[in-house]
């Protein structure tokens, strides 16, 4: 606003260069003050600093990653150190003779054009490559676990909040509240020797993997068949790995929303119970729970390093877990930056979802009269 | 005379708790005659929205121990209430007797709009043709003047306070009950849209020609809508009387302490009064009548046996009081305010 | 609220610490998770820090008595080098409970001391903490871990610990500042601010011990967060430690195919017990302790 007036004003914005600044910086306040905006600014922060973190790690720190590999390389004298640094250079996408703050530059072009690098060991594989190959194991695994869970998670909620205090109620809560507090690859550990070494239920060895050795990928029975068997293991473990947060949260929702005066009042108004279970107390009830589920899908895509790795189960964590164990930098900053955008992308998915189903969110509230 | 729409028969209402059954309600008795409004008062905590609850079969923590709540319907019949199978206790709600809750604010569920509401309620009652319920809906929502294609569409929490308690009251006319239920419908509201609600209250009544009852501890809008009004302290019923009997002539001390405690415009007659002492335990009640600790005119008869309803000097009016004569003596037999001839 | 003043007051003019520990041992023994949830944590801090200084360590590999089960010499049985089980879970619980106290406290004292900051001072320092905080919450805080303990190889308890605490933290400001930004406005803080007590005092003498409550809780959890990710990284092989704790037991048994042993039950099986047992406790004594502290602080 100035003093001119709104002609003045224009004239101002449009005529003078510094109107110009005055207008922008008006327009970062206005979307500071916009939630939507401030989350996504909150989005790309996050990411950056993420991102900016490890390549500080990797390319900074004394005895880094580079100057190991370069060591590697030049090590039995296959290669002069000029070769060697020019190699790792081009590797990880990266000018290594350039100044820092020009490395970093170039790191982030890169990483715009979704470029990210390609792996140490295999030289011409892409990280980007590597990645989409372990993206379907796990998307199938903790995917089809943490949808399950929540499932059946929300539908004993429900069920153990309407029988408050019977045995339905006290089996499955107790149990629930004990397998939310194990550390989930313990209990991973756990069900792998007692029921796949001790008793011999479950053909652990044979589990292993994603699929058995030598069979044709393929649309085929045999196939789809072989995937679900191998992939049955990983997705119960993520199932029992998230169940209980469920069916806690959902019964405390259900109990919430039970007492709510709106439930009377539909009572009153002769609504059958099933109406009334559906629309005005799970409906409710699970609002804040979607919102959580959408929270959760980011996390499927980083899998779980912990029980991949127990299970041999070749996903994302799986694979981030070898590309450590190999110090193959570039892969494990991929799926890193990977694993932070898809958590970070999901968290405004979620205030996304909340706005849409919730209909007091997100709209202007309050007409007067 | 044709029996009354409601007929309520020694109707007790307890709450478990750790130490004990709170008797939140005991044998209370009233009828209601159709086109009547019997207003329920009393202060917080004396047993009205527990016996408004319970009339509709909504008791949840609490359990209806004795009594008969007997309804008669339209064509002649009457049924008990308490007896009816849950269907046809949920049918019987809000198609026969609606109730307009304290909470109005919350009464609706925040994710669906009104409209699905009004439709979930016609449904639910077996009007299946979405056209007809909502050409009803639009006719009821011109009647309590809310402009009804705007509401109708919005979500709950897009109305002000005083249209959603008129919305409220539009829901509790859908399917024409002979019976509707008013528990403090104004107690959330400021002062003007509390005026603008009881004068609608009054407008829909003379219209439509339903049976009231309106449960407030606000003695002066229940002196501006009942015909007859009864008192209830400890979950007793201690004074059944007309409006103006009850007003001008009350026969039971707590009836007296809580006119003493209305505001009057014409302030210049003192302060308001109000009843020293809190209302009693309902696990242990006090030996006796149960307002002898805070009753000014108690002698120690009152602290040995509680009375029973007993009729008093004018007609078709009871008190729960051996000492009401004394109260007669005290507030007389004129037209005039109690506060006033006690101040 | 000069009710609740007063109350405090009150409250503060009894005989200290003990009237307030008799009390809340009282409002505990009502709670008998709780009080088992304390049981075991004692138990284990015993039984980890006080247990080994009676203890010699044994170890002595015996090749001819690998898994051997059940015994008077080995109340459990041997590990895969022939050693008595018993004896290394006596000795590898100090690490992880160690670590796992610093983290815990290094949190909890980055939080209180990061939320007060952001609170008192206000305006853009106090932007730029809840928007360090924000972030610090959303990362996935496992495989950043990970990728950090890859790269910067921690090898000490104090290092480890302090990477740990770099993560923690952020769950607990938000309450810290919410907290302190409350009681800024309550009048006992007002009359101090009146009297010119100075900010230390205030801050230490009037609005800490208000929350006690969320401190002690925040320590405990951020204690069960630390364990969770120090036993992470060790089956990982990302920190090597003393080589002596009870997640490197686990480590073993993964990496050296122990775990498909029918023989090895106990020697895995143990340490497992132990971890999973000391997170219940602490989770079970955190949930009485919600209960008692603010029934409304109930998590889900």
Known sequence: MTTAGPAGARLDAQTFPYGRYRTAGRWLGRTWRSPAMRALTKAVLTIWITTTLTFGLIRLMPGSPVDIKIEELTRDGAMTYEEARGMVGALIAIDLDAPVHEQYLSFLEHLARGDLGASFLSSGTSVSSIILAVLPWTILAVGVGTFLSFIVGVLIGLVAAYRRGGWFDNLFVTGSSIVSSIQPYLLAVMIIVVFGVQLRWLPVAQMRGATTPGIAPGFTLEFIGDVLYHASLPILMFFLVHIGHWVLSMKSATLGSLEEDYVAAARARGLSDARITTAYVGRNAILPLVQQLAIAAGFIVGGSILIETLLVYPGVGYRLDRAIAQRDYPVMQGILLVITASVVVANLVADLVYSKIDPRIGRPGGASG | MTAPVLAVDDLSVEYPTRRGPARAVREVSFTVSRGETLAIIGESGSGKTTLAVALIGLSRAAHVTSGRILYTAADGSTEDVRTMEPDELRRWRWRECAMVFQAALNSFNPVLTIWDQFLDTARAHGMRDARQVRDRARELLDLVHLDAGRVLRAYPHELSGGMRQRVCIAVALLLRPQLVIFDEPTTALDILTQRAIIDLLRDLRAKLGFATIFISHDLSLAAELADRVLTMYAGRAVERASVSDLFYRPRHPYSVGLLRAVPRVSGALGSVASIPGSPPDLVRLPHGCTYHPRCPLVIDACKREEPALIPVDTPEHDARCIRWKAVAELVGTERRAVAEKLA | ?300
């Open chain 3, 1 to 300: 609220m000069t009710a609740a003043a007063a109350g405090i007051g009150a409250a503060r003019a009894l005989p200290g610490w003990v009237e307030s520990t008799v009390d809340f041992l009282r409002l505990l023994s009502r709670r008998p998770v709780g009080l088992l949830g304390l049981a075991g944590i004692v138990f284990f801090i015993l039984f980890a820090l006080v247990v080994p200084v009676f203890v010699p360590v044994l170890d002595a590999t015996d090749v001819t008595a690998v898994y051997q089960g059940p015994s008077a010499a080995h109340p459990l049985g041997t590990d895969y080098a022939g050693r008595d089980v018993l004896n290394q879970l006596v000795h590898g619980g100090r690490e992880i409970l160690v670590t796992a106290a610093l983290t815990g406290f290094l949190s909890t004292l980055t939080a209180v001391a990061l939320g007060a900051i952001a609170a008192t001072v206000g305006g853009k320092v106090d932007a730029v903490i809840v928007a360090v905080n924000d972030v610090v919450l959303t990362i996935p805080h496992f495989p950043v871990l990970v990728v950090a303990a890859a790269l910067l190889r921690p090898d000490g308890v104090v290092v480890l610990a302090l990477l740990l605490a770099a993560l923690t933290w952020s769950a607990l400001l938000r309450q810290i500042r919410a907290q302190v930004l409350s009681l800024r406005e309550r009048d006992y803080i007002e009359a101090a601010r009146a009297l010119d007590l100075g900010l230390p005092h205030i801050v230490f003498r009037e609005i800490l011990p208000n929350m006690r409550s969320y401190i002690v809780i925040h320590f405990i959890l951020g204690v069960t967060a630390a364990i969770y990710l120090i036993v992470g990284l060790v089956v990982l092989g990302l920190v090597p430690l003393s080589g002596k704790n009870w997640a490197i037991t686990i480590y073993f048994a993964v990496n050296q195919g122990a775990l498909y042993f029918r023989d090895s039950f106990l020697s895995i099986a143990s340490p497992i017990a132990m971890i999973v047992l000391f997170q219940l406790s602490l989770v079970f004594f955190v949930s009485a302790l919600e209960d008692i502290f603010d029934p409304r602080l109930r998590r889900s």
